[in-house]
Nanobody, 122 residues
Framework: QVQLVESGGGLVQPGGSLRLSCAAS????????MAWFRQAPGKEREVVTA????????YYVDSVKGRFTVSRDNAKNTVSLQMNSLKPEDTAVYYC???????????????WGQGIQVTVSS
């Protein structure tokens, strides 16, 4: 089992930045892929970005390329999502997820955090 806890969401104005963090526990993550998903009201959950923990390879959905950056901290067992140049359409509940590395990047993902709200509005 992998336990995931997100933090760092909130309200930000368009063009602003937020940093989400996901603290992982329960397993050594070297054989896992981590991802951030989001789900906006009335829309399906979509993968935003994914990272292979062991080598750091990354994947981004086209809509966030150049604005979002995913990273991991081996010492702290955390994965972070730096979100810059935020747009109202980035408003969603963001979820941290983990899965064995063989399913990178699209999953399916086996372990999920509780989700955290990100609202981009003036």
């Amino acid at each position: 089992q992998v336990q995931l806890v997100e933090s760092g969401g909130g309200l930000v104005q368009p063009g602003g930045s937020l940093r989400l963090s996901c603290a992982a526990s329960g397993r050594t993550l070297s054989r896992y892929a981590m991802a951030w998903f989001r789900q906006a009201p009335g829309k399906e959950r979509e993968v935003v970005t994914a990272i292979l923990w062991s080598v750091g390879n990354t994947y981004y959905v086209d809509s966030v390329k150049g604005r979002f950056t995913v990273s991991r901290d081996n010492a702290k067992n955390t994965v972070s999502l730096q979100m810059n140049s935020l747009k109202p359409e980035d408003t969603a509940v963001y979820y941290c997820a983990a899965t064995p590395y063989t399913k990178w990047p699209r999953g399916p993902y086996d372990y999920w955090g509780q989700g955290i709200q990100v609202t981009v509005s003036s």
